[in-house]
């Protein structure tokens, strides 16, 4: 890692980024700004109808590198980047998961996925609510319009059609935690102190069942920790990618 006179960081080894759920670059744009990464990839998940076209798309980004490789996977995107590292294990250098769990879903959001699915087939579905938009930031960015606009944005340019076909991709899944536990690589755990869809408890649970992971809760910061700690987490993925 190198740190510039203007606060960006320079990172020489080749990493590959992860969308969440109804996001695209515009999620890893402000820590961008802070990072020069010459060989840097990034994988629309967005383009995907399931999860056949998300690993064939993971697999296209991974290639285009002979040298190994660091994963950076945020929330839905972190389950993609462990299961793509779990398949191409010689070719990961590393793994971060941002505000990602990647057990099993809980019965509940299961069903509450289900409900939206049936929403969005039915027509009926009309996006985030602005107390759901809140919910993803910490109590302290829940003002902060820039921030909202980003995620509004998103949600808006993609459509529920993304959104019935990221959820379905992504449900029913198996826990890769006992697979990731065997990989020789090291995995980086890093989320918001006040994550309202990966609690602190679920991160931790992962770490104590990865030996080869560390673990990092950022202060104020939600599920959207790309957005609201944007520099931080430069300096963060800086650090651990040495």
């Not at 399931?50 to 798309?57: E, F, W």
């Not at 019935?164 to 991709?169: G, H």
């Amino acid at each position: 890692m190198l740190k510039t006179k203007d606060t960006t960081y320079q990172i020489s080894q080749p990493v590959v980024f992860f969308p969440g759920t109804m996001c695209d670059e515009r999620v890893f744009n402000p820590c961008w700004q802070h990072l020069d990464i010459p060989m840097r990839a990034f994988v629309p998940l967005q383009w995907a109808e399931n999860l056949a076209q998300m690993k064939m798309l993971s697999a296209d980004r991974i290639a285009y590198f002979e040298e190994p490789i660091h994963l950076v996977g945020y929330s839905m995107g972190g389950y993609i980047a462990a299961l793509t590292a779990i398949e191409n294990p010689s070719k990961i250098a590393s793994l971060t998961l941002i505000a990602s769990a990647c057990d099993e879903l809980p019965k509940d959001e299961v069903r509450q996925r289900q409900q939206l699915l049936t929403l969005i087939a039915n027509k009926r579905y009309s996006g985030m609510t602005e107390k759901r938009l809140k919910s993803f930031f910490h109590k302290s960015h829940q003002q902060q319009n820039e921030y909202l606009t980003i995620v509004k944005q998103m949600e808006q340019d993609l459509g529920s059609g993304v959104l019935a076909a990221q959820i379905s991709a992504t449900q029913p899944r198996k826990s890769l935690l006992p697979a990731l536990a065997k990989c020789a690589f090291p995995i980086h755990l890093i989320s918001g102190e006040q994550d309202n869809l990966v609690s602190q408890s679920t991160v931790l649970a992962m770490h104590k069942q990865l030996s080869n992971s560390d673990m990092t809760i950022l202060e104020k910061a939600g599920h959207m920790l790309p957005i609201e700690q944007s520099k931080i987490l430069a300096e963060y993925l800086a650090s651990k990618i040495a």
